[in-house]
T-cell receptor
Framework: NAGVTQTPKFQVLKTGQSMTLQCAQD?????MYWYRQDPGMGLRLIYY???????DKGEVPNGYNVSRLNKREFSLRLESAAPSQTSVYFC?????????????FGSGTRLTVV | GQQLNQSPQSMFIQEGEDVSMNCTSS?????WLWYKQDPGEGPVLLIA?????ELTSNGRLTAQFGITRKDSFLNISASIPSDVGIYFC????????????FGAGTQVVVTP
């Protein structure tokens, strides 16, 4: 019954520090996504992975890198955190063609960069 | 990128009232989806719409896929306290490969 699991749930970083946000899904979904949510701006796509072994940039990729480790796991890395990256980060997965079936979201990682 | 305009931005309503919100775009979408986000959680899919003019219900929720394919509407009837949250519309175009475009959300607050 896990769905999409994100770790950690909360994180505070100092400017310039690096960290990796982890995401794993147990639904055998092919596609996975990373979004950030900022007040009044909805959800913006950072990176996505259509299938294992592929990754592509979304709307706001600068400052981030991703790794599709296997079919289950899709991680997001901040190499040198900046205050502008303070946000809530959501991982999502979808069965096949995600747009038609919708996404299943994790519960989010709340990141503060000071 | 494409813009989804969702309104209203927020709503303060009394328990028992009906709620309406909508989403418009300058582009045509092939699929419209509505999500709800509870505080501290990720969005959860409520309703998916696949055809222009389609009207779909899920309990007290009713959503419609606009005839022009550029808009969608969500209605909540007889609101209850657990309807509190942020409601997001999302649209998908076949040529955008699986990537959803989200509206900014409608914050719903229900008072007893």
């Amino acid at each position: 019954n896990a769905g999409v699991t994100q770790t950690p749930k909360f994180q505070v970083l100092k400017t310039g520090q690096s960290m990796t946000l982890q995401c794993a899904q147990d639904m055998n979904h092919n596609s996975m996504y990373w979004y950030r949510q900022d007040p009044g701006m909805g959800l913006r796509l950072i990176y996505y992975s259509a299938s294992e072994g592929t990754t592509d940039k979304g709307e706001v990729p600068n400052g981030y890198n991703v790794s599709r480790l296997n079919k289950r796991e899709f991680s997001l890395r901040l190499e040198s955190a900046a205050p502008s990256q303070t946000s809530v980060y959501f991982c999502a997965s979808s069965e096949g063609y995600g747009g038609d079936y919708g996404y299943t979201f994790g519960s989010g990682t709340r990141l503060t960069v000071v | 990128g494409q813009q989804l305009n969702q309104s209203p931005q927020s709503m303060f309503i009394q328990e028992g009232e009906d709620v309406s919100m909508n989403c418009t775009s300058s582009s045509i979408f092939n699929t419209w989806l509505w999500y709800k986000q509870d505080p501290g959680e990720g969005p959860v899919l409520l309703i998916a719409l696949y055809k222009a003019g389609e009207l779909t219900s899920n309990g007290r929720l009713t959503a419609q896929f606009g005839i022009t394919r550029k808009d969608s509407f969500l209605n909540i009837s007889a609101s209850i306290p657990s309807d509190v949250g942020i409601y997001f519309c999302a649209g998908h175009r076949t040529d955008s490969w699986g990537k959803l475009q989200f509206g900014a959300g409608t914050q719903v607050v229900v008072t007893p």
